[in-house]
């Protein structure tokens, strides 16, 4: 699976969009992008996933560029609940075949 | 709908004990997956179970083993237990024909 570069962490207002980038320079062409979260000592949470096209749903909007070398999440009104590590992964999509791998993440600091 | 369910939810082990965390995946998944996460990294791929065989195993020594039951259920074992186990272990499940995982809350494990 290809690897993901994010910044360590990164700092939004509430109420305000928070925009978390992710380089993956590597990715193929059968490779999913996907977004999971991790509040303080719980388990991820899945929050969007992509292959080509733009994405939303009741969480989050993930747009990835037209070379799927980079994606940006979107939390459109971040809120103190959101303060969380955001994890970029790209995994082949063969369903529960292969793992995923995470890297260090970007940790999202919402501040009143 | 419960998702996936983790146990214990804390617990602390001696150096050269053994110990075993469960998991129960969530309704209608097949596929276990356990991480282990240590303080401030993201989660590492442990092994992948699937029709109760171990299907893929990450970079961890044979003191780590698995067991998955017919009901899907999940053990995850570990011998000789050295103070760097001490970490959250992550039990993630995943279906044929579903992109992604659902992570359970985890076990903090302890080692003293």
């Known amino acids: 699976d290809a690897k993901t570069t994010q910044p360590p962490s990164m700092d939004c207002a509430e109420g305000r969009a928070a925009n978390l980038p992710c380089n993956h320079s590597?990715?193929?062409?059968?490779?999913?992008v996907y977004w999971y979260r991790q509040i303080h000592s719980q388990g991820p949470q899945y929050i969007i996933h992509?292959?080509?096209n733009n994405e939303t749903n009741e969480m989050a909007s993930l747009i990835i560029t037209e070379d799927r070398k980079s994606s940006t999440l979107i939390l459109p009104h971040a809120t103190l609940r959101d303060t969380a590590v955001y994890y970029c992964?790209?995994?082949?999509?063969?369903?529960?075949?292969?793992?995923?791998?995470f890297g260090s993440g970007t940790k999202l600091n919402v501040k009143p | 709908d419960a998702g996936v369910t983790q146990s214990p939810t804390h617990l602390i082990k001696t150096r050269g004990q053994q110990v075993t965390l469960r998991c129960s995946p969530k309704?209608?998944?097949?596929?276990v997956s356990w991480y282990q996460q240590a303080l401030g990294q993201g989660p590492q791929f442990i092994f992948q179970?699937?029709?109760?065989?171990?299907?893929q195993r990450g970079n961890f020594p044979d003191r780590f083993s698995g067991h998955q039951f017919p009901n899907y259920s999940s053990e995850l074992n570990v011998n000789a237990l050295l103070l760097g186990d001490s970490a959250l272990y992550l039990c993630?499940?995943?279906?044929?024909?579903?992109?992604?995982?659902?992570f359970g809350s985890g076990t903090r494990l302890t080692v003293v």
């Open positions: 993630a499940s995943s279906s044929s024909g579903v992109l992604g995982y659902t």
């Open positions: 590597t990715i193929s062409g059968n490779e999913y």
């Open positions: 992509g292959l080509k």
């Open positions: 992964i790209v995994r082949v999509a063969q369903y529960n075949f292969n793992k995923f791998y």
């Open positions: 309704s209608g998944h097949d596929t």
């Open positions: 179970y699937y029709e109760e065989e171990e299907r």
